[in-house]
């Protein structure tokens, strides 16, 4: 990773910056060994990457790596502590930038240098760290509270959630059968791309692609890593997407023919929004463009196939197209007196056509 993208940068920008917050940042050893996901007979070192707010006296993020993971997840963990603060040992705290950033590291200071630039964030080389040092005894503690605050905002997106749920489109609706979302506003220059998951009764949700190449490179990745593990959880991992998923509180037992058992109830669903991004990896809190994004396109799906969901029986994807004005909730709105954003859904047959596994 060189830099960030223009849409992380524009996102990160929005959050306020303390002219004296100083975080230190660090790479430490637990000494523990965890479970070895690609080789489960196998244990493997695990380390964590923390940051501390030197002028508040709090940890900002911590989060647990695998012995071999580099700068990248390094970045990654910043990020998340800037959005997604832990704020120990106090209640959590506002998202927000440093103005200063230290660490011992010289790969690491010369790596966040160039990418924090255009943050207004400096970035310090310091051999030694105090209150990283001063955290190791804690540390235990803390890795236990890592956990993903949630929002009350989610709640005006579980409203959404639950309709498409009833609505259920993948039962006749192919992941490779792409519906493109085109709006005009919160920052969206070019289509979104949204795959339907669900027919196979494995999973149930929607990807919302960011641009065509995203999509294209995910499913060009999928089908090169074949029946590659390791190639398949990092096609998974470099998304460039905004995600809803419909996740069952009680794990699925394993069946032959999985389209034939009875989709679960909602009582028995947990929801998961989130973004994946090949740069920032998984976040599960979203600012509010990136929450009103998502509630248009769930509501322009809705009205979509409120009127076209006859048209694609019996296997069937043909051209469609419409175009409704959505309102966004005054408590996701990123401006004060949003004014509805006009979105257009069509299908994308030829992308079907493309994607299609029977080619």
Known sequence: M???????????RRLPQQPESVWEGDRLAL??????????????????????????????????????????????????????PLGWPDEPTEPQRPSRVVVRDRELHFLLRGMLRELDICVEYQPELPLVDELVPDLRELMGMADDISDRLYAVLAEKAYDLWKIAPWKRLLDSEILSVEMKALGVTSPLYVS????????????????????????????????????LQAA????????????????????????????PSWDDIDLDFGSIHPQEGMRSRLDLTELSILY??????????????EKFSQGSFPPCKSR????????????????????????????????????
């Open 2 to 12: 060189d830099c960030l993208s223009p849409t992380t940068i524009s996102r990160l």
């Open 31 to 84: 000494n523990a060994e965890v479970l070895n996901p690609d080789q489960p007979n196998e244990s493997q070192r695990a380390d964590c990457f923390v940051w501390v707010d030197e002028s508040q006296q709090l940890v900002r993020g911590i989060d647990a790596v695998m012995a071999g993971d580099g700068p990248t997840a390094f970045v990654q963990s910043l990020l998340k502590a800037m959005e997604e």
């Open 196 to 231: 339907v998951i669900g027919k196979l009764g494995l999973e149930h949700g929607i990807v919302i692609y960011r641009s065509v190449n995203a999509l294209t490179a995910f499913r060009e990745a999928v089908t090169q890593a074949a029946d590659n593990p390791l190639a």
């Open 236 to 263: 998974f991992e470099n998304q460039d997407c905004l995600f809803l998923n419909y996740e069952p509180k009680v794990e699925t037992p394993f069946v032959r023919r999985p389209r034939l058992v009875n989709q």
């Open 296 to 309: 248009g396109t769930l509501e322009a799906i809705l009205r979509f196939w409120s009127s076209h969901r």
């Open 324 to 359: 409704y004005k959505v309102a966004i909730p005054t408590a996701l709105q990123p401006i004060d007196d949003m004014e509805p954003v006009l979105i257009t859904v069509k299908t994308q047959p030829v992308l079907a056509r493309a994607f299609s596994p029977v080619g």
